[in-house]
């Protein structure tokens, strides 16, 4: 019999993403760590929304939209440059990073209107 | 139509004075009026008037070459035209104006002012007296003198030129009877002043008036006097030495008439038959037994009685509750010693808030009583207990010494309110101090958001830009490959001003929220925008084509 107990198999669980996800090309882990920063530090704004109280909403609004928006954004470039992925074959991926880096400065714009 | 100089040194010689004349004829009406050229067929009595007037100086110019039988149609023209003036009620007549022409229509003042000028120059130039009916002149004389302010220079004009017309002509020259005052005081003994005069105010001729009847205001018959008045000749007036006798206070209408002592005036002036003119007759009226007392509601016995004097200052002291009466009385009499009834009789109480109550005293023919009924009252004075000012206003326009006295206090005691009944109006506010300064008013601002302490603010500020350290330690964990950078110049170039590019953008961002405004900030990001896309776009493509070599190799 195995030893069945749940953190084993939450062991196991663990390590085998784990090694799944290590055989992701680089780039990739780069845009997941990108990702990781905008979400950390969007949570972060909202701790310290909690903490103070919301007085000036649309800064904290535009910083937290900011985070999201770019997580969002670089999603988007992770699914268009993965080279798994049969949609986008056709597509350089330096297209997209070009699409990032435009809609990254349009979303900082706005964002830097709404800061106030 | 020119109107010819009337210059009397200067020997003018007409050509042909009698075609002229029939010319002139030709152009009048039926009615008397006259049309202003042959070609404009509509008549008017201003043209009236300059058409005399004309013919006057035709007349003075030329008067041995005129047929005498034309001036005697002249005449019946100006019979004809005075058929046509128009009456007011008050007796003054006027000439108006039947078509209004497009041009300057000329109203009643300029009309019968020309008219009057012509009748008067005619009549000045023709040796023969015209028979004018004499009211009607009276009528124009009033007319004149009735125009109170004339509208305008011209109207002015007008109006003192007829008047000097009427007043020294060969027509009837109208007098005018006037008084200097029309208020008469019996107690000081005033006598009625009376004047005549022509017009324009020279002095008439001998005459004497009398004083025919009198009419009282209230009732429509009327005591037939027929004194005649004394004349003065230092001040030029008649006076009336004493009034009759049966005459008391009140506002009468006296009737003159002016009768000519030379049968020769009698033709030159008109006198106008009975005048009428009203009069005031005022004087002082005694107010005699008043006195005011509280009385017991049911049994009206008098608990508290108090004489007054009204023609001086009181102070009475009073205390009444809502079951008591309180009375006020007394009698007017006027000089002559008849019962007076005033316009005004008023009683007024006024509580210590400002509230007031006014009350009409009333007449019982012998004298003027009031009682206030406090237990009816109640309601009214909305049971507002405490002291009330009591005040009397009597007056009237012969009365010359109407009163409005306070008479002392009277300290009221009424039941408490109940629920539902009404509170007092609210005091107007003092007038004073309605225009003074006003209360100062005090903002209130909101109060400003608690902030965080900065402490907290700095460290989060810290926390925040720990995820981004994070990131920069992940990608050195990752091993990352930062030296792709391409090493030949010209695409390194691009790539680095690329990175510059992207840069300077996010520089313009944070200098936007510091400084700038949005149009700043859109024009330089344009600029920036261009010179990004350049670049970026020869390093991508550079960046695609070697991985593109990279591939197909």
Known sequence: MGRSTPSKDAQALFHSLHSAYAATPTNLKIIDLYILFAVFTAVIQVVYMAIVGSFPFNSFLSGVLSCVGTAVLAVCLRIQVNKENKEFKDLPPERAFADFVLCNLVLHLVIMNFLG | MLIKDQT???????????????????????????????????????????????????????????????????????????????????????????????????????????????????????????????????????????????????????????????????????????????????????????????????????????????????????????????FDPDHAVHVLETLPKNIDVGKYIFSFEISLQDPEHKKRYITGGRTKVPIYITGLIEVNNAEIAVLDSDIGSIEMQKKLDLSGENDVALLANHLQKLRLSFQLTTPSGKAFKPHQAFLKLRHESGVEHIFVVGDSGKKFEIILDFLGLVEKFFYLSGKYDIQLTVGDFVMENSFLRSLGHVELDLPDAPEKAARPPPQLVDSYSRYGPKAEIIHIFRSPEKRPPRELSLAFLGFVLLPFIGFFAGLLYLRVNLKNLPRSTVPATFAFLFHLGIASVLLLYALFWFKLDLFTTLKALGILGIFLMFVGHRTLSHLASVSAKLKSA
Not at chain 2, 22 to 30: C, G, T, V, Y
Not at chain 2, 64 to 79: G, Q, R
Request: proline share 4%; hydrophobic share 40%.
């Open chain 2, 8 to 230: 009397s040194e200067v020997d003018v010689h007409l050509g042909d004075a009698d075609r002229i004349f029939r010319s002139i004829k030709a152009l009048s009406q039926s009615d008397g009026r006259w049309r202003y050229s042959s070609n404009n067929p509509e008549s008017s009595t201003y043209a009236a008037g300059i058409a005399l007037e004309t013919v006057a100086g035709l007349i003075s110019l030329a008067s041995s070459e005129i047929d005498h039988s034309l001036v005697a149609t002249i005449k019946n023209d100006i019979m004809k035209l005075f058929d046509g003036v128009e009456r007011y009620d008050d007796g003054a007549c006027y000439f108006d104006e039947k078509f209004v022409d497009a041009h300057g229509h000329q109203d009643p003042l300029s009309a019968s002012s020309s008219v009057v000028r012509g009748i008067t120059a005619f009549a000045t130039a023709t040796e023969e007296s015209l028979n004018l009916p004499g009211d009607k002149i009276m009528g124009l004389a009033k007319f004149f003198l009735g125009v109170e302010i004339p509208g305008s220079a011209k109207d002015l004009y007008h109006q003192i030129d007829a008047l000097a017309c009427l007043g020294n002509s060969r027509v009837s020259v109208p007098l005018i009877l006037s008084l200097p005052a029309t208020v008469l005081s019996v107690s000081r003994k005033d006598q009625l002043k009376v004047r005549v005069n022509t017009v324009l105010g020279s002095s008439a001729p001998p005459l004497s008036v009398k004083l025919m009847q009198i009419f009282s205001s209230g009732s429509k018959d009327a005591s037939v006097i027929d004194q005649e008045l004394k």
